[in-house]
Structure formats: C-alpha cells, structure tokens
C-alpha cells in the first residue's frame, strides 16, 4: 500500500520559509504527478501548487501563492518538495500532499505550518 508522509512544518516568523517534502512510503510508487493542497481553520481546504507528468514540467500555482512558492520533485520520483517563503499569517494551514495511486487519491496525514511573530 503507498502512504505518503509529509514533513517540514513548523513555527516560523512572517517574511520567513520553510520547506515541506512529501515522500512514498510503503509500496514503490513514482510522483508523477502530485498536488500540495492547504487548510486554514474554517476554510475549505485548496490547491496551491501542481506538478504533472514525468518530466515535471506541467506545474501550476494558485493565484494566492505565485512567485512565493515553488514545487519540486526529486529524480528518483519519490519526494516531492513545497518551497514556501515570503509567508505571512494568511498563509497559516495544515499543508497536505495528494498523488493518484491506480485510479486512488492518496493523502499525506499533513503538516501544520504557523507563521506568527
């Protein structure tokens, strides 16, 4: 069974960065592609960033975060990275991970990310 375990949130200072992975576990299984999504307390939870396809090259960014974060993959596929700076309080949410495994959206269990003086 692929899991994807997210990990790099934390406290951290507006103005500051941090930077969140996403790695397979379990089953071997290749990010093709593969979504960070975030949830602020009270909102529903949105897309921020996407990479698709093998070569990496299909990436999008929501609106709110463009020029602020950058999604990256390893070669070997298996680690995706959210780079995220330039926060600020508004960008305080539980950051997740989701890939398609056969056909099955897979979620990361999450990482709390705090951005607060």
């Known amino acids: 069974q692929v899991q994807l375990v997210e990990s790099g949130g934390g406290l951290v200072q507006p103005g500051g960065s941090l930077r969140l992975s996403c790695t397979v576990s379990?089953?071997?299984?290749?990010?093709?592609?593969v979504g960070w999504y975030r949830q602020a307390p009270g909102k529903e939870r949105e897309l921020v960033a996407s990479?698709?396809?093998?070569?990496?090259?299909?990436?999008n960014y929501a609106e709110s975060v463009k020029g602020r974060f950058t999604v990256s993959r390893d070669r070997a596929q298996t680690t995706s990275y959210l780079q995220i700076n330039s926060l600020t309080p508004e960008d305080t949410a539980v950051y997740y991970c989701?890939?398609?495994?056969?056909?099955?959206?897979?979620w990361g269990q999450g990482t709390q990310v705090t951005v607060s003086s």
């Open positions: 989701m890939a398609t495994v056969a056909g099955t959206p897979i």
């Open positions: 379990g089953r071997r299984w290749s990010l093709n592609s």
């Open positions: 990479m698709r396809g093998g070569g990496g090259a299909d990436i």
